[in-house]
């Protein structure tokens, strides 16, 4: 019996850490265009990037909340340093966090938001983007599926 429950769980394991990329939406910031995959429910929020080993140059994840609220993200079993800009509801980044693998440490939205973008660690710095600015494309959210 042991040695079943050990195979289950191995299985369940890998099958959680190969899990398939989300649909995608196209967003831009700046003059940059980023390729996000969509987690947009209770189940692929609760997973997001976590056992991931890497990202796309410009790719990244997007949280979409059901309603604008002071959303906080962490890092548990998340592999791979990212950055995240939470933002409104109207596409305006409201603050940007740095955040470390494998922590617990809540990373926090300054005021209400709808949305949360995880990039890889310093991809917002590193092009000049900040708070105030504006992502382009979350209006095709309903229309890529």
Request: aromatic share 6%; proline share 6%; glycine share 8%.
């Amino acid at each position: 019996m042991r040695r079943l429950v050990s195979a289950l769980a191995l299985a369940a394991g890998q099958a959680f850490a190969q899990q398939p990329p989300l649909p995608a939406v196209e967003l831009g910031a700046g003059m940059h265009l980023i390729r996000a995959e969509v987690a947009d429910t209770a189940g692929t929020r609760m997973v997001g990037l976590m056992r991931r080993t890497s990202l796309g140059q410009n790719a990244g994840m997007l949280f979409v909340f059901d309603e604008a609220a002071p959303h906080c993200m962490w890092m548990k079993d998340t592999l791979i340093p990212l950055s995240v800009a939470f933002v409104d509801e109207a596409g305006a980044i409201v603050n940007i966090a740095d955040m470390q693998p494998r922590s617990e440490q809540s990373h926090c939205a300054a005021k209400p938001v709808r949305y949360a973008l995880e990039m890889s660690r310093g991809w917002f710095a590193k092009r000049g983007i900040k708070p105030g600015d504006k992502l382009r494309g979350l209006d095709r959210l309903g229309k890529r599926r």
